[in-house]
């Protein structure tokens, strides 16, 4: 006797919504019915599943009946929007936008990391931001033999963070250049093309961007540490779709990057990307379209002697988010908490 589920993606024809699609049928999620629901603009839109066309349709109130999964990818108000309506029709919601993700009654999951935390979901849990998810999945199995006290990040982000018109947008603005025209931003505030910029997400009273904090907060709360010092600086690159981190990392006593070394290149949903003869380390081209978080250039911080420096490279739609919301799902499946009205048996 198996089990399969009705499943629901919201925000189908998003960068992020399109990519869980192909990760569903590539991994072979159960599945007995899926729904592609988008907004009004996008409905109609056919979009291929395991040899069928589907068609998206608009989310509404009824949407969600018989569902037990809904992976959303839509943002942050149609997040609030919906996700309690899908809810209280019984699914799940496993939710990609920043919507819930410092709820206390939301677990914010990375499998690799904190993957009990699931078992405590009310309905909700939260899929954290994908700098953050790239970060914890490569730090932590250092954390666990030697916890960090301070962790500095400095993070090189791809296009595909801002959607599918933004990856688009670099692209167009490349051309513009390239034939000496003026590039035309609209995604973002300034030109990417040839050009990087700080972060455009709003700023604190202490100069800290949105996306900084989300860093900040969000691995607190997944390590469960409310005491680890945190801090980041994030920059837009005209990269497509992976982003880059460098990592400073600050331990109680001296890690020796042989350890460290040896720990990552074992730990799960790590690749280490290591060439010091050929200087070739992780990079972003290479990232693009893998599972893995690359990680290498792992070196003593000269500077510290408790100090330990790392680069890494991922793909921001998958691991940074497409493929953490379908793991969070099959942990659902595995530990038997994927419980919504409608599961299905097949015999």
Known sequence: MSRSYRVAILGATGAVGRELLTLLESRNFPIADLKLLASNRSAGQRLPFKGENLTVETVSNSAFDNVDLVLASAGGSTSKAWATTAVEAGAVVIDNSSAFRMDPQVPLVVPEVNPQAAANHKGIIANPNCTTILMTVAIWPLHQLKPIKRIIAATYQSASGAGAQAMEEVKTQARAILDGREPKPEAFP????????????????????????????????????????????????????????????EFETPFAPESARKILSQ?????????????????????????????????????????????????????GAALNAVQIAELLVEKNLLKGSAAYVSR
Request: charged share 25%.
């Open 267 to 319: 730990a799960a949903g790590v690749k280490l990307v290591e060439d010091w003869q050929a200087n070739h380390f992780p990079m972003p081209i290479e990232a693009s379209g893998r599972d893995e978080v690359l990680v290498g250039r792992i070196r003593q911080d000269i500077s510290h002697p408790c100090g330990l420096e790392l680069w890494l490279c991922g793909d921001q739609i998958r691991k």
């Open 190 to 249: 300034y030109p990417l093309a040839f050009n990087l910029f700080p972060h455009n997400s709003p700023l604190n009273e202490q100069g800290y961007c949105e996306e900084e904090m989300k860093m900040v907060n969000e691995t607190r709360k997944i390590f469960g540490d409310q005491d680890i010092r945190v801090t980041a600086t994030c920059v837009r690159v005209p990269v497509l779709r992976a982003h880059s981190e460098a990592i400073n990392l």
